[in-house]
């Protein structure tokens, strides 16, 4: 056999390249500007508007025993970062970036901008970095388990927007019913329950009696402010002792894990409640993406019909999903009571299950993403109570440190993550 013969008998092999789609000259020009103006207002405003001096940044759980500290020149490092996002700003109107990297072009700029915000607010004095992380992680626990729950549901093509009241029933539970059983792991179970009887609620009227599912939403968030706070206020509010007085989870340390420098006391030096979020988030992820259920529940959410067609009970898998996304979300409940400051009071969840809903948006239906935003507006929150404190080159209102979670909330979800696409048959309802 020749050689040409046997060239000519080998397949051919085509080559699929993905294309990386530019994006439009009127998007590459506003997000350029705005990274420009941004990193001029950093430079103009926190560089030259830093004190002199040194930022230092505590990087330890105790300075007095194992003192570990950084010091930079306040205002020429955050100069310095601020104008590294005026050239990213630049390279965006002159070039452009990918599509598939103005993700994490902006990201990496919104990063460069809080550091360069950090080096301004502990210009002349010492900012504890670790404390600020670890308190990041304290606020976002709930907002994740809330978003979890979200995701879950959404995914379906169940829109939660009761994740507020889920959240706050599973509050209400775990406080009482670890008080009455001396009990937190009881608690905990309480507050699970609780969640889930909120979302079967929202499971029964959206998916068997089709009612509109926002507006479904907001009823069982009204329901659920409403029944806790009477609740509170025969039970609770008069006999205070008996019935809202629960232990709160206390750290426990991982040996080993939690002896690394700053990783351990950031990650593996916290409460249960913490450690069970960290494997929900690797358990969602995984069975989301990875499982048959997942790709099934992904149909569902996506085209109800065409999963219908092929065997997968479509009905079924909404209720199942719904019910445990609110179980999740019921446990975020706990971590606001015995997770955190024990007793319950009226409206302890305060608007952190729209927020979790906002995280659900802002990750794109993705448990990671969800995390990230999560993180994102916990640590907002976290550095308005560290500013509180902080004496700052120029004094910020408590008023406005205040707004700061939600400033960054709304920032985030409208400015941030531009057109997103949600599951295809979100919010609506199927029939057969």
Same mark, same amino acid.
């Given at each position: 056999?020749?050689?040409?013969?046997?060239?000519?008998?080998?397949?051919?092999?085509?080559?699929?390249?993905?294309?990386?789609?530019?994006?439009?000259?009127?998007?590459?020009?506003?997000?350029?500007?705005?990274?420009?103006?941004?990193?001029?207002?950093?430079?103009?405003?926190?560089?030259?508007?830093?004190?002199?001096?040194?930022?230092?940044?505590?990087?330890?759980?105790?300075?007095?025993?194992?003192?570990?500290?950084?010091?930079?020149?306040?205002?020429?490092?955050?100069?310095?970062?601020?104008?590294?996002?005026?050239?990213?700003?630049?390279?965006?109107?002159?070039?452009?970036?990918?599509?598939?990297?103005?993700?994490?072009?902006?990201?990496?700029?919104?990063?460069?901008?809080?550091?360069?915000?950090?080096?301004?607010?502990?210009?002349?004095?010492?900012?504890?970095?670790?404390?600020?992380?670890?308190?990041?992680?304290?606020?976002?626990?709930?907002?994740?388990?809330?978003?979890?729950?979200?995701?879950?549901?959404?995914?379906?093509?169940?829109?939660?927007?009761?994740?507020?009241?889920?959240?706050?029933?599973?509050?209400?539970?775990?406080?009482?019913?670890?008080?009455?059983?001396?009990?937190?792991?009881?608690?905990?179970?309480?507050?699970?329950?609780?969640?889930?009887?909120?979302?079967?609620?929202?499971?029964?009227?959206?998916?068997?009696?089709?009612?509109?599912?926002?507006?479904?939403?907001?009823?069982?968030?009204?329901?659920?402010?409403?029944?806790?706070?009477?609740? %509170?206020?025969?039970?609770?509010?008069?006999?205070?002792?008996?019935?809202?007085?629960?232990?709160?989870?206390?750290?426990?340390?991982?040996?080993?894990?939690?002896?690394?420098?700053?990783?351990?006391?950031?990650?593996?030096?916290?409460?249960?409640?913490? %450690?069970?979020?960290?494997?929900?988030?690797?358990?969602?992820?995984?069975?989301?993406?990875?499982?048959?259920?997942?790709?099934?529940?992904?149909?569902?959410?996506?085209?109800?019909?065409?999963?219908?067609?092929?065997?997968?009970?479509?009905?079924?898998?909404?209720?199942?999903?719904?019910?445990?996304?609110?179980?999740?979300?019921?446990?975020?409940?706990?971590?606001?009571?015995?997770?955190?400051?024990?007793?319950?009071?009226?409206?302890?969840?305060?608007?952190?299950?729209?927020?979790?809903?906002?995280?659900?948006?802002?990750?794109?239906?993705?448990?990671?993403?969800?995390?990230?935003?999560?993180?994102?507006?916990?640590?907002?929150?976290?550095?308005?109570?560290?500013?509180?404190?902080?004496?700052?080159?120029?004094?910020?209102?408590?008023?406005?440190?205040?707004?700061?979670? %939600?400033?960054?909330?709304?920032?985030?979800?409208?400015?941030?993550?531009?057109?997103?696409?949600?599951?295809?048959?979100?919010?609506?309802? %199927?029939?057969?």
């Amino acid at each position: 056999m020749s050689a040409a013969t046997v060239e000519a008998s080998q397949p051919e092999v085509v080559v699929h390249r993905v294309v990386d789609v530019p994006l439009s000259l009127r998007q590459r020009l506003v997000s350029g500007i705005v990274l420009v103006v941004f990193g001029v207002l950093g430079v103009l405003g926190l560089g030259i508007g830093a004190s002199k001096g040194q930022a230092t940044f505590g990087l330890s759980v105790s300075e007095a025993v194992h003192p570990t500290q950084v010091s930079l020149p306040a205002g020429w490092t955050a100069g310095a970062l601020s104008t590294v996002v005026i050239l990213l700003g630049a390279w965006q109107l002159a070039r452009g970036f990918p599509r598939s990297r103005t993700t994490l072009v902006t990201g990496a700029a919104i990063a460069l901008l809080v550091l360069a915000f950090l080096c301004w607010a502990a210009s002349g004095g010492t900012l504890q970095v670790l404390g600020l992380l670890q308190n990041t992680i304290f606020l976002a626990v709930p907002l994740i388990l809330g978003a979890l729950g979200g995701i879950l549901c959404e995914r379906s093509g169940v829109i939660n927007v009761a994740i507020e009241g889920q959240m706050l029933t599973g509050a209400f539970a775990a406080s009482l019913v670890a008080t009455i059983a001396h009990n937190l792991g009881a608690g905990v179970l309480a507050a699970v329950v609780a969640g889930g009887l909120m979302s079967a609620l929202l499971a029964v009227f959206a998916i068997r009696y089709l009612v509109n599912q926002v507006v479904l939403g907001v009823v069982l968030n009204g329901l659920a402010l409403g029944l806790t706070g009477f609740l %509170y206020d025969t039970l609770m509010q008069k006999h205070q002792d008996q019935f809202n007085t629960p232990a709160i989870f206390t750290p426990v340390k991982i040996p080993v894990l939690g002896d690394i420098p700053f990783i351990g006391p950031l990650f593996f030096d916290t409460t249960v409640l913490v %450690y069970l979020t960290y494997v929900l988030i690797v358990v969602v992820d995984v069975a989301l993406f990875r499982t048959r259920w997942g790709l099934r529940t992904r149909a569902v959410g996506e085209h109800p019909k065409a999963a219908d067609t092929v065997g997968i009970k479509v009905l079924r898998t909404r209720y199942l999903n719904t019910v445990l996304g609110g179980f999740v979300a019921g446990l975020g409940g706990a971590v606001l009571t015995i997770g955190a400051v024990g007793a319950f009071s009226k409206n302890i969840s305060s608007g952190k299950g729209f927020i979790a809903l906002a995280a659900v948006i802002f990750g794109r239906w993705s448990p990671r993403g969800a995390v990230g935003a999560a993180l994102l507006f916990g640590f907002a929150d976290a550095l308005q109570t560290v500013l509180s404190f902080t004496h700052t080159p120029v004094t910020i209102p408590s008023s406005f440190l205040a707004m700061t979670p %939600y400033l960054a909330t709304i920032f985030a979800v409208a400015g941030l993550v531009g057109r997103v696409r949600a599951p295809a048959a979100d919010g609506e309802p %199927y029939v057969k």
